[in-house]
């Protein structure tokens, strides 16, 4: 019967590898064999830096079989072509030439490069990397959701700053796995390669030292040290909206950095062009590279997020209770990986015994003792987190739409949501009139009825309050 259920599986896994690759190569086509030049034609450089990493061992063997020997493989990329001006480079790689990776190039590329700003006393040894070792690839559980940002992911930790993958943007939701995502690119650089420097923080941590070197009139440093690293790592860069000083410095470390094939990873809850009050030319540059979306992870995920993290704990559960748990929690990682960790405690104290009955009454217990109290200060925080602004510009008398919009959208939601009157929601939105917020409110309910944008606007915060 073991035997049997492993054969399943083992075919499952075949037909899925068959899947996988009918996917990758019923996009690319031969284009030309002349001479023992064989020339793809591939989508885009996705594909051929995928083929590099994963088969071509595979069309190595095949066209030496069909053709011969000393066949060079060449790629031809339907988008962001270039002109022809150049030719190929050709690299020997288990005995078929391929052409070397072609780094998509959307300005000038400067070999080389020397910094003339770098501090004589700033060595690079003394560059903490800030990476948590256990938020690895071998810990990251890969599913439909997530799949595409991971091989990206891996890919470029095998080659950092010599992909088309510069800068990478992950975006996607909260807790769906981007900051793991990460932490492992760099971790994976750091194993690969021990001399490299990696540089991992959150977007709030450099603005705090930008802001620090700024009243120090030390900016010239704060540049120094950026430029030293080879791989760098900024989470939740979409807080950088509205802060033109700091906007202004990270361009130049940017530029720096991508010029000299420095690999650079960014993460936000929001794609590039949904990011406001960013400068043109950084949005410009987030999308000279790759943009990858994680989603919230569908029931296949979370399963196996389930049975991965239950395993590392030695907590075995029957498939019905697996399936239970996957089917009640559904938002994102986070919170899948906290009401596990809530059923682990439970079982460990009461020394119970985990039945599917235990297990609901468990995740009911959870579920009455987090509902969130939803009130104004707590309707601000979300805003102003989906919109990258702090709760200053909110409550300011700004009359930019970047400001304005959110914060009319905070006092419909904290009129919708919350019993508080005009006026008290006036007073907790910075002192503003009761007639004010009249206007705000039914704005909202007027213009979501005919504007998309509004209304998305009003459906996303609407999904993220009530999570």
């Known amino acids: 019967m073991r035997d049997n259920l492993n054969a399943a599986e083992d075919n499952d896994d075949l037909k899925k590898l068959e899947k996988s690759f009918d996917l990758l190569f019923d996009k690319v086509q031969p284009l030309s064999l002349v001479n023992h030049n064989l020339t793809l034609l591939v989508p885009s450089d996705f594909y051929k830096e995928y083929i590099e990493d994963n088969y071509l061992s595979l069309l190595s063997a095949a066209l030496r079989k069909n053709i011969g020997k000393g066949v060079k493989l060449w790629y031809s990329v339907m988008e962001n072509k270039p002109a022809g001006k150049e030719k190929p480079i050709t690299q020997k790689v288990k005995g078929i030439s391929t052409p070397a990776p072609k780094i998509q190039e959307a300005m000038p590329k400067a070999k080389n490069l020397v910094n003339p700003l770098v501090a004589p006393g700033i060595r690079k040894v003394n560059i903490e990397s800030n990476l948590i ?102 989470d939740d860069i979409q807080f950088l909206s509205g802060k033109a000083a700091t906007q202004d410095s990270f361009f130049h470390i940017f530029d720096y950095l991508h010029q000299n094939g420095k690999q650079i990873v960014l993460t936000s809850d929001k794609a590039p062009v949904d990011i406001q009050d960013i400068q043109e030319r950084i949005v410009s540059r987030f999308k000279w590279g790759l943009s990858a979306e994680v989603k919230s992870p569908d029931f296949d ?167």
């Open 133 to 234: 070792p256990h938020l690895s690839f071998d810990n990251f559980v890969e599913g439909e959701s997530n799949k595409f940002a991971s091989t990206v992911a891996k890919s470029i930790a095998k080659r950092p700053g010599a992909t088309a993958f510069n800068p990478l943007f992950i975006h996607g939701g909260v807790g769906v796995g981007k900051t793991h995502l990460a932490h492992a690119i760099g971790l994976e650089v750091k194993n690969n390669f021990p001399e490299k420097v990696v540089l991992y923080l959150s977007s709030e941590k450099f603005i705090q030292q930008f802001v620090s070197a700024a009243k120090a009139q030390n900016k010239t440093d704060f540049q120094n040290y950026y430029q030293m690293v080879d791989v760098l790592v900024i």
């Open 301 to 467: 995920t979370r399963r196996k997020i389930i049975v991965d993290k239950l395993s590392r704990d030695g907590i075995v559960l029957t498939d019905d209770m697996v399936d239970y748990l996957a089917g009640e929690v559904k938002s994102n990682v986070r919170e899948l990986i906290g009401v596990i960790n809530s059923v682990i405690a439970y079982s460990t104290i009461y020394k119970s015994e985990l039945s599917l009955e235990l297990l609901k009454d468990t995740i009911n217990k959870i579920a009455s003792t987090q509902k969130k109290v939803i009130n104004i200060p707590y309707i601000q925080e979300v805003v102003c987190e989906y919109f990258g602004l702090n709760r200053e510009q909110l409550l300011s008398k700004s009359r930019k739409r970047d400001i304005a919009l959110p914060r009319q959208l905070a006092m419909y939601f904290s009129k919708e949501l919350t019993n508080a009157t005009f006026s008290k929601i006036g007073e907790e939105m910075g002192g503003k009139d009761h007639s004010t917020v009249m206007y705000a409110v039914e704005t909202i309910k007027d213009v979501s009825k005919i504007d998309k944008e509004i209304k998305k606007y009003v459906k996303d915060l609407s999904e993220r309050m009530k999570q």
